[in-house]
């Protein structure tokens, strides 16, 4: 009995390589940008995502990209969130809530269709896609739980009503498993009638895109939800990461959906956490470290680079250096000169030293998407830094 408000309840969850030198030729000497105020690299972020938000200008305003920008990197919807990211989401849904969108949202036909979750503030109680259908003689609201595309997936269907401009009330009626390798459906196994108020609802939306792309709404137990029709290809990136399958084949379509990318040491300054990795095997820490394959990586704008791994609780490896960029392409020479492992208060040294030679791929002010060696990176920046 208490499995089918968490499914329904809930209301919503909508989700050629180039080969480079494994050592560079060229050493680095001081970079200019440390001399340089950060207008340049604000200027070089600017830049950058506006290359991002070209294609997407007509579809999102400045306060959604905004949105948008801080749900990147936020994992399952909301379960791995960080207290600043949550407050940076929350700053952008309140902006856009004031600011004020379509009016009488549920009047619109922009409401309808396909719906994506991509942020709620309780993110085990919906499900990944919702589907609304106001204009018909049998207005629904559809929930539909997708387990994989060769498992199949769970539907919970809703009668929906009107009430005003911003509210639908729901009364969830029938659900069912559609099993990839089954010829048929399997009811889902607790009737709604036997679950007296936990069927009802409503939901209100406060805020509804004029391009019918964004949509924020509040539940009735509290929840707020962020939903988009159109998926960010970063999302799609960052959705194949966290589930870890098909990756390569996403970045590769990912970059090659890009108009090229232009990079200089300015627009790699900041603080990144490393999401994906093609392959560690057959690396030792050491070199793991010195290349950055692992957690953490910070570069400043004076050139100077750090890398940090945590293999194990209470253990970590960092290595210090230099970056620079090569020439007028989108190569850069990292050449790491030291290293340190720290157990808890105790510091001994790390060989680290080496060069290597990393290709921008993409970059904007969120991703990074980088090749070194055999090695593809993505990359998240969390922090800017100086």
């Not at 040491?265 to 470290?289: D, F, N, Y």
Request: glycine share 8%.
């Amino acid at each position: 009995m208490a499995a089918a408000p968490a499914a329904a309840g809930g209301l919503m969850q909508l989700q050629p390589p180039l080969c480079v030198s494994p050592r560079a030729s060229a050493s680095c000497a001081p970079s200019i940008w440390g001399a340089l105020p950060q207008l340049r690299r604000r200027r070089a972020l600017a830049r950058a995502a506006s290359s991002v938000a070209a294609g997407e200008a007509e579809a999102y305003t400045e306060p959604e990209l905004v949105l948008l920008e801080a749900l990147l990197g936020i994992q399952g919807r909301g379960r791995a969130v960080a207290p600043r990211q949550l407050q940076e989401v929350e700053s952008a849904v309140q902006a856009l809530e004031t600011q004020g969108g379509i009016p009488d949202p549920t009047s619109s036909s922009l409401i309808e269709g396909s719906w994506r979750l991509i942020f709620t503030t309780r993110p085990g109680t919906a499900s990944p896609i919702q589907e609304v259908y106001l204009r018909t003689d049998d207005p629904r609201v559809v929930n539909v739980v997708k387990f994989s595309e060769s498992v199949g997936d769970l539907k919970v269907e809703a009668e929906a009503t009107i009430k005003d401009g911003k509210r639908i009330l729901f009364r969830f009626d029938r659900a069912a498993f559609a099993f990839k390798f089954l010829p048929f459906k399997v009811p889902y196994p607790v009737p709604f009638r036997l679950l007296g108020d936990e069927a009802n609802g409503w939901l209100d939306t406060t805020y509804l895109s004029h391009t019918g792309n964004i949509r924020i709404s509040r539940g009735n137990k509290g929840t707020t939800f962020v939903l988009q029709k159109s998926a960010d290809p970063r999302q799609i990136l960052l959705s194949a990461i966290s589930a870890r399958t098909g990756v390569e084949e996403v970045i590769n379509d990912f970059i090659s959906s890009q108009n090229g990318t232009k990079a200089d040491l300015s627009i790699l300054v900041g603080e990144w956490q490393l999401l994906w990795c093609s392959q560690t095997e057959g690396e030792s820490w050491s070199s793991v470290a010195s290349a950055g394959l692992k957690d953490f990586q910070i570069i400043r704008e004076d050139g100077k680079l750090k890398n940090s791994a945590s293999p194990f609780p209470g253990l970590t490896l960092n290595a210090t250096g230099n970056i620079c960029k090569n020439g007028s392409g989108n190569t850069f020479t990292m050449s790491m000169k030291e290293g340190a492992v720290k157990v808890g208060g105790l510091q001994f040294p790390l060989d680290a030293q080496g060069e290597f030679v990393m290709e921008i791929l993409y970059i904007d002010n969120k991703i990074r998407i980088s090749r070194i060696n055999q090695h593809m990176l993505v990359h998240l920046r969390i922090a800017n830094t100086t």
